[in-house]
């Protein structure tokens, strides 16, 4: 019983390199999130994809982009990596409007 | 705009002491509410949900909250702490208007547990 699963779950990157996050969720959920985590910031939603087919941008979308590839996967895409994007990333997926948000274990990024 | 505040950021509690986190919400209707718990590297684990009904809330790992709308707060509580649970805690919350999916979280309660 999987949930949701993040891949990589550590990446170094450079300024400037691009590099995406891969999240895959095996509860037949139709909502799917990324959350970015840092210290004394609680989590921040960067974006969301309502449904298959739909995204929309959260609290924090600058400097990011979103694919919802099929209905169990939903990956981040950071074009061009800034330091100020050194965080932990969350994956989350729930049922649409969904009442209960399941998180995976996370992506720590660094960017140097 | 929807808000969620959790007042204290380090609570320091002896192993066997009662436990209560503060979380505060400002929303312009009852918010589904949730509180979350996260190991140090580690995902978040939901502890408990309000949504409506009994404003007293049972959870997982022998935790309860209490809404209280007079006081827009939903507080954690557990009558006697274990070392195990040692974590950050963190409060969240959203509307309960049909098309809402924004979950608003607080800044995280680090708990401390002294054995």
């Known amino acids: 019983n999987a949930g949701v699963t993040q891949t990589p779950k550590f990446q170094v990157l450079k300024t400037g390199q691009s590099m995406t996050l891969q999240c895959a969720q095996d509860?037949?959920?139709?909502?799917m999130y990324w959350y970015r985590q840092d210290p004394g910031m609680g989590l921040r939603l960067i974006y969301y994809?309502?449904?298959?087919?739909?995204?929309d941008k959260g609290e924090v979308p600058n400097g990011y982009n979103v694919s919802r590839l099929n209905k169990r996967e939903f990956s981040l895409r950071l074009e061009s990596a800034a330091p100020s994007q050194t965080s932990v990333y969350f994956c989350?997926?729930?049922?649409?409007?969904?009442?209960?948000?399941?998180f995976g274990e996370g992506s720590w990024l660094t960017v140097v | 705009a929807q808000s969620v505040t959790q007042p204290d950021i380090h609570i320091t509690v002896s192993e066997g002491a009662s436990l209560e986190l503060r979380c505060n919400y400002s929303y312009g209707a009852t918010p589904y509410l949730f509180w979350y718990v996260q190991s140090p590297g580690q995902g978040l684990q939901l502890l408990l949900k309000y949504f409506s009904g009994d404003t007293l809330v049972q959870g997982i790992k022998g935790f309860e909250a209490e809404f209280k709308r007079s006081q827009s707060s939903f507080n954690l509580r557990k009558p006697s702490v274990h070392w195990s649970d040692a974590a950050e805690y963190f409060c969240a919350g959203r509307y309960s208007g049909a098309g809402s999916y924004q979950l608003t979280f607080g800044k995280g309660t680090k708990l401390s547990v002294i054995p």
């Open positions: 994809s309502a449904s298959e087919g739909t995204t």
């Open positions: 989350a997926s729930s049922e649409e409007g969904g009442n209960t948000i399941y």
């Open positions: 509860m037949n959920h139709n909502s």
